[in-house]
């Protein structure tokens, strides 16, 4: 359904995107913002399923500044290489690449992020220091490290209770930080969005994505 594309961001850095366009006039930009293990399989369906719903879609290659073409599996091998280039990688250069994805997007209007995992933290980075019309989280295991940042834009947080890499008090410290934004907690571990991971919950991802497209619905059209 997408097709790669290349970005710039503000430094000269070039980078890959998975694009999926929206079949009809799309009702704004969603960029998704992938987990440890690139922009795989699984973020490329998550994308083309975000424009389904009438969405034009990026997901940028957030590793592609240390390593082109990464697309990881999820067995433990892949998990530790990917947690290799996340450290490697930094906090900042992301978030540039992912300002260069909301550009691309902004001529179609309101621009929204969602990220997975890593990318959850990538995404609420975003929130705090881009221009974006709002922002999804799904289990950002870092969010709690930057939960002093104050969001520009609304933020919808989604957790699962039995996540082994995020603690219940780290869900309430984000809470006490910010009391006004809604945060879901779902009876899964982490990473229960994707099919393809052990902790995937089929009904709990089901109303996190209900919820999630409600949210854009209200804050991109």
Request: charged content about 20%.
């Amino acid at each position: 359904m997408g097709k790669n594309i290349e970005l710039t961001a503000a430094d000269g850095h070039r980078l890959q995107a998975y694009r999926a366009d929206a079949e009809a006039r799309p009702r704004g930009g969603i960029v998704v913002i992938q987990e440890v293990f690139g922009v795989n399989t699984h973020i490329r369906r998550v994308c083309d399923d975000f424009a389904a719903q009438g969405y034009t879609v990026l997901a940028p290659a957030l590793f592609d500044r240390l390593e082109s073409g990464v697309d990881l599996d999820y067995d433990e091998a892949s998990l530790a290489r990917g947690r290799e280039l996340r450290t490697a990688l930094g906090w900042k250069p992301p978030v540039k690449d992912v300002a260069a994805a909301v550009g691309q997007l902004a001529e179609l209007g309101k621009v929204g992020t969602v990220g997975y995992c890593w990318g959850a933290s990538v995404a609420w980075l975003s929130a705090t220091r881009l221009d974006v019309a709002c922002t999804v989280c799904y289990y950002g295991a870092q969010i709690v490290d930057f939960c002093a940042q104050q969001p520009r834009c609304p933020v919808l947080l989604h957790f699962g209770e039995r996540d082994s890499l995020i603690p219940l008090e780290h869900v309430e410290r984000i809470r006490e930080a910010h009391p006004t934004l809604p945060v879901h907690m779902y009876p899964a571990g982490h990473g229960f969005n994707c099919d393809v991971r052990g902790d995937f919950h089929a009904e709990s991802a089901q109303l996190a994505r209900e919820r999630t497209l409600a949210f854009f619905t209200q804050h991109l059209g």
